[in-house]
């Protein structure tokens, strides 16, 4: 079997005395696209966190592309390939469109060679996303679907093997949600592998093509997004006893 591209190997995340992951194990292939459910509070944005390098872990291990990488900074694993968007947006908001993407371009291309001034990349970039006409808009007047679009952008411009989504569709429309998939389908197919965590069950199921689902901290069932929908265990995290 080929080695999986991300290994997450019982990751235990403690705030205090409270345990908000109790050593979770999963495994995402290269090229797949991933869901990640689960009730508020289960953990979810937390292990993005420790997979991403903005928490650490306690106990257990990441694992991407083989190598042990639990012990590097966000930034480390981002020239790694491992690029997430934040459940709320984090734009540069004084700065326009295009200066947001090229920032993020200057910071996430340091050890590779990028010549030019990254006007041309971040408009193919902006383009993916159908940002590129707003590219001379300041951040801060964008439309919440906008905003979305821009914070995917910016994770995108790392040029990520792994791109991690975190609710990136909460509070859009219908219409705007398949904007969003539909994107997030391009970008799969020209080879990212995605992990998207949402609580929009149409989105999530028609997105995946395998689903964990989170509990209090600890990962209650996993499989094809039928095999989800039909399981006992998750029905009950979802409604209560
Ligand atoms: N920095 C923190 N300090 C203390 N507790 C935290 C911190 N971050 C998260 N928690 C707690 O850890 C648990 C898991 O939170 P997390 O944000 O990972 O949940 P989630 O599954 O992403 O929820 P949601 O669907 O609402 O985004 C929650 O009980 C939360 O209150
Ligand atoms: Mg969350």
């Not at 050890?111 to 590129?132: C, F, K, T």
């Not at 429309?173 to 149409?202: C, K, P, Q, W």
Request: aromatic share 4%; charged share 25%; proline share 3%.
């Amino acid at each position: 079997m080929a080695e999986p591209l991300l290994r997450v190997e019982g990751v235990v995340k403690r705030f205090g005395g409270f345990q908000a992951l109790s050593g979770v194990s999963r495994h995402v292939e290269a090229g797949e696209r991933f869901g990640l459910i689960g009730p508020n509070g289960s953990g979810k944005t937390t292990l993005i966190n420790c997979i991403s390098g903005t928490l650490r872990n306690e106990s257990g291990r990441i694992v991407f592309k083989g190598h042990d990488v639990t012990a590097l900074a966000a930034h480390q694993r981002t020239r790694r390939g491992i690029a997430r968007t934040f459940q709320i947006p984090r734009p540069f908001t004084g700065m326009t469109v295009l200066e947001n993407l090229r920032v993020t371009l200057e910071y996430a291309a340091l050890d590779r060679a990028a010549p030019g001034d990254g006007i041309a990349e971040s408009m193919d970039i902006l383009r993916l996303v159908g940002l590129d006409a707003k590219a001379d808009i300041t951040s801060s007047r964008l439309t919440q679907i906008e905003m979305r679009k821009l914070e995917l952008a910016r994770a995108m411009a790392a040029k990520p093997s792994l791109l991690i989504s975190d609710e990136a569709m909460a509070g859009l429309s219908s219409s705007e949600v398949d904007d969003l998939l539909a994107i997030l389908f391009r970008l799969n197919e020209t080879g990212t592998t995605v992990i998207m965590i949402e609580h929009i069950m149409r989105a999530v199921m028609r997105f995946s093509q395998r689903i964990a689902v989170l509990d209090a901290g600890e990962k209650i069932a996993e499989g094809s997004p039928a095999a989800i929908v039909g399981d006992a265990a998750v029905e009950k995290a979802y409604l209560g006893e």
